[in-house]
């Protein structure tokens, strides 16, 4: 019987095959393996041939399996806790995060394969719990056992260190022991709590006499902590520290950007810096990778409105603008769509103001002052580029509208977001910045107007009847039995705040032939509106009406979004 025939390279030959290993030092290492029966990847590292951080990705195509980088990972002290440091540091293992939902306790090991090292854990933890194992380098793991065990990691085991004992607040940005310091403990613990509860952005406020933090959860902000004033300077300086900022500049705005694995997924926070009579004011917007990029299908629309919007998509040419306030989940939607379009047969080029979120084969430019291109110049950049599909981040000004029509003049597909209050309001507003009616008419292929809602929690969500001026909002007639409405209640489950997560309501206008013609005439408003509404166009009152009687929100809920007012004439 034939032995079965393998494709995994030698770990040698994928350095060699990168580049980053020459044949004569592939063959001096592999006499010295001979010579001393060691493991091909640690006799590289001690003749110097490769870093750890090479070896670590090295080692994991060799392996097929992921490495970790542990210098931008954060543990989970629930994890620490079930692995002793003694077995930690004998079998070269660090806990990294417990998928709780899952029952499985995820761990950085140097050599996958180590049985003895597996079997040592397993037997150290409950049975219900499974074992995934990443790579990542014996040194690093070492570090990483010497920096976390014997730390308080929680966050009101921190604070009673720093009260109890005395911070060096001038050795933040050189200390060689990070983990020595309690407020960079601190730090890490609080982002790691905001990304476990699915906050959106980060707010540390110094007030006259204390330091305010507030998460923005699910679009709403809620104090988590106060904290004595006398903590501000040094969280400040490891936030800014860990973002790259300068910390001798506390008069002039800042901005910065920090990048870690927290629960083994990778996290990037935006850092704003703002100085205020009462010092500076840091807001951290987090990132998540993970959940920036949702399936087309995964937006929430209804059936009728995902075939509309698939339909404006499938044209060639033309221009889809976006709109909505700050925060109304634009980007997502964007992103969305980008995901869905990616193919290696199209050139996807971006001009964002940051890169929030980095896709595999789009080409992403950030819009930064730093190198001088705004988005009116970055388009024209682009335009030598041979896109096929070009985002360009924001309209702002009669420039860059300009630039984004001409490309979508000349054969291409242009995403874009807009200010406005609703679909129909782009037309005016395109107007006012300065573009000529015979130009929108016939280049705009669609828009999206949306808001985001916050939905009700599951587990504990009331029914109750509807009154009847709610029955008057929701267009039921009198004559109709009365649909059940949920209302908040809150539960341990969402927080005690009575919702749970967001969704997105959505008012789509696909431009054709008639409207474009309203267009060029100038024709008002109304009359645009009415034109719409004949071809079916729904508002975004009514996809929030219907996610109301579904019992996704509450009509409460809905009403603090969107004006409902119309609806009581």
């Given at each position: ?242 973002a790259g900022m300068n910390i001798a500049e506390n008069r002039a705005p ?259 032939s008639d409207l474009d013609e309203l267009v060029i005439r100038r024709a ?46």
């Open positions: 019987m034939n032995a079965p025939v393998t494709t995994q390279r030698p770990l040698g030959e994928i350095l060699v095959g990168a580049g980053l290993l020459s044949r004569d030092q592939l063959h001096i290492a592999l006499m010295e393996q001979d010579r001393r029966h060691e493991p091909l990847g640690r006799l590289l590292l001690h003749l110097g041939f490769v870093s750890e951080a090479v070896l670590r990705e090295a080692l994991s195509e060799f392996h097929g399996k992921q490495s970790v980088d542990l210098g931008n990972a954060v543990a989970d002290p629930d994890a620490l806790a079930l692995v002793p440091l003694e077995l930690a540091k004998r079998h070269h293992i660090f806990p990294l995060y417990l998928r709780r939902a899952e029952s499985m306790l995820v761990v950085a090991v140097a050599d996958v394969h180590d049985v003895v090292a597996l079997d040592k854990l397993r037997n150290e933890l409950p049975e219900s719990i499974r074992i995934d194992t990443l790579i990542a380098g014996e040194s690093e793991i070492a570090r990483a056992i010497d920096q976390y065990y014997g730390h308080e990691l929680s966050i009101d085991g921190i604070l009673n260190e720093i009260e109890t004992g005395e911070i060096d607040y001038r050795s933040l940005a050189v200390v060689t022991d990070e983990y020595s310091q309690p407020v960079v403990r601190l730090v890490d613990a609080l982002l790691t709590d905001a990304v476990m509860r699915e906050a959106s952005d980060i707010h540390f406020e110094p007030e006259e006499g204390f330091l305010r933090i507030r998460y923005r959860l699910d679009g709403l902000l809620h104090q988590i902590r106060v904290l004595h004033k006398s903590y501000w300077a040094a969280l400040a300086v490891r936030i800014k520290v860990m800042q901005d910065g950007r920090i990048s870690l694995t927290i629960n083994g997924r990778v996290v990037d926070f935006r850092v704003s810096a703002q100085p205020t009579i009462h010092g500076e004011n840091l807001v951290l917007r987090v990132l998540d990778r993970q959940k920036g990029i949702v399936p087309l299908d995964g937006l929430g629309l209804a059936e009728q409105q995902l075939d509309l919007l698939k339909l404006m998509i499938a044209r060639p040419d033309g221009l889809i603008l976006v709109t909505g306030p700050t925060g109304s989940g634009k980007t997502t939607t964007l992103y969305s769509i980008l995901n869905h379009i990616n193919s290696e047969s199209l050139n996807i080029m971006t001009l964002e103001d940051p890169v929030e979120y980095p896709m595999a084969t789009i080409r992403q430019t950030s819009v930064t002052d730093a190198a001088k291109l705004d988005f009116a110049n970055g388009v024209r950049s682009i335009l030598r580029q041979d896109p096929d599909v070009i985002l360009v981040g924001e309209i702002r000004d009669s420039d860059t509208a300009e630039m984004a029509f001409r490309a979508a003049m000349t054969g291409h597909q242009v995403y874009s977001t807009l200010h406005t209050n609703s679909a129909i309001g782009v037309i005016p507003r395109l107007l006012d910045i300065g573009i000529q009616p015979d130009i929108i008419a016939g280049n705009i292929i669609g828009v999206v107007a949306q808001r985001l809602l916050r939905r009700l929690c599951p587990q504990c969500r009331k029914e109750a009847s509807a009154e009847p001026w709610e029955l008057r909002l929701l267009g039921v007639p009198p004559e109709r039995d009365a649909p059940p409405l949920y209302r908040a209640v809150g539960c341990p489950e969402c927080d005690y705040r009575g919702y749970r997560g967001r969704m997105a309501i959505m008012e789509l206008m696909r431009m054709d008002s408003f109304r009359e645009i509106r009415t034109a719409a509404r004949s071809k079916g166009f729904r508002s975004l009152a009514e996809d929030g009406i219907r996610r109301v009687l579904d019992g996704d929100t509450s009509l409460e809920e809905l009403a603090r979004v969107v004006d409902l007012t119309e609806r009581m004439a």
